[in-house]
């Protein structure tokens, strides 16, 4: 089977195969865009923006089609397809009203006779690696704020988002970027090894598991290349204490299993503080139960989409299986479908031991897994036990003790009584195992500029 397909992760039926990029297609690539760096990074800023604005109309104007697109590719459901399409959209016209304005040049006091000033200038071509579970958000982050700063984009893609990958590219193209600046790449890892020693490529950003960013940041450390890396996590969601315990775990429950639960900041820990406990466990179990597998076309109530691939759900089947073979306890879901199909029920899962290898992997699934804490203290520790650290939350009706718990997370974004504050204007990133950088905001566009100090002596 060909390594870059379109597959119905609800049937396992494969639509649509990809031939792979030859070594003499990559060359030609990596060539074309090199050229057009040259010309692109020429062009006003303000020129390089009104781009970037088409491509947002573009995204706008085809939405129905880019969200059918993914909901084919990786399963997702029709409405959160076009929350995605939605999504990505506002991330590149963000970039396309706010871009220039945050990379303008700006003076600074010297002590030396003379004017300082520090520019936000392009480096070059850079390579994006991205995964399938936000086929366009993950894109639009990363490719949006470097064409605006005057980067070429090439952008290797999850094997099996092949068709929304080469729509991107279609767009971009369409919108006015140049042909070659950005180039979608079905590429073996051979070749992207290859792309990165190149010296026509100066940067890679990878979101992906912290294995892949091992690789790729040991290749891109060995060729003096800057990467950004955002490697998932296992976030926390300490919950104090509330007036509706019901109300905030179904809100845990949402966030946990929006997009079959394949969301690096997902709420992957629900830390509860004792006295509530119970009745939280109970909620999400009322939550789980009387679900079936649907059609992720025409997804009706109380059903389930299907995860991305078969492998991906066997592998949440095999870590939950692990975890209870560890002394954890399933007290709803934990269903793989048989046959090829991608299903695994919505799961609810306790009591996984601290000192069980299970305790420190992520599940890239809908599985609810909840630990029972009996002070601030212990929730505060138990949260900060981990080698991820992307994001966190706590909940409690008293905003100055969530805060506090908070304000001591060890997480590249930490929030109090919502678990994750998502939008384009926003900084999205880790530390310790989930990686390095940042995406998104005023904060992303500045990863892979050349902050030139430009000096003219009095």
Partial sequence: MSKYRVQNPATGEVIETFDAATDAQIEEILASADSVYQEWRERSVQERANVVKRVAELFAERREELARLIAVEMGKSIAESLDEVDFATQIIDYYAVYGPSLITDYEIPSTVPGKAVIEHLPVGTLLGVMPWNFPYYQVARFAAPNLVLGNTILLKHADVCARSALTIQEIMEEAGVPVGGYQNLFASHDQIATIIADPRVQGVSLTGSERAGAIIGAQAGSHLKKCVLELGGIDPMVVLDAENVAEVAKEAWDFRTYNAGQVCNSNKRLIVMDDIYDEFVAELVKLAEGLTPGDQLDLAE??????????????????????????????????????????????????????????????????????????????????????????????????????????KLEVGMAHVNTIAAESAELPFGGVKRSGFGREMGPLGIGEFANKRLYFVSA
Avoid at 338 to 343: D, F, N, R
Avoid at 378 to 398: H, I, P, Q, Y
């Fill in 302 to 407: 109380s059903e389930y989409v299907p995860l991305s691939t078969r492998a991906a759900a066997e592998t949440v089947d095999a870590q939950v299986k692990k975890a209870v073979s560890e002394g954890a306890r399933v007290l709803a879901g934990g269903v793989l479908s048989e046959g090829p199909a991608a299903y695994y029920s919505p799961t609810v899962l306790v009591d996984v031991p601290r000192d069980s290898e299970s305790y420190g992997e992520e599940i890239f699934g809908p599985v609810a897994t909840v630990y029972r804490v009996s002070s601030d203290e212990e929730a505060l520790e138990l949260a900060n036990d981990c080698a991820l650290g992307l994001g966190g939350s706590v909940f409690s009706t008293d905003e100055a003790r969530a805060a506090k718990v908070a304000s």
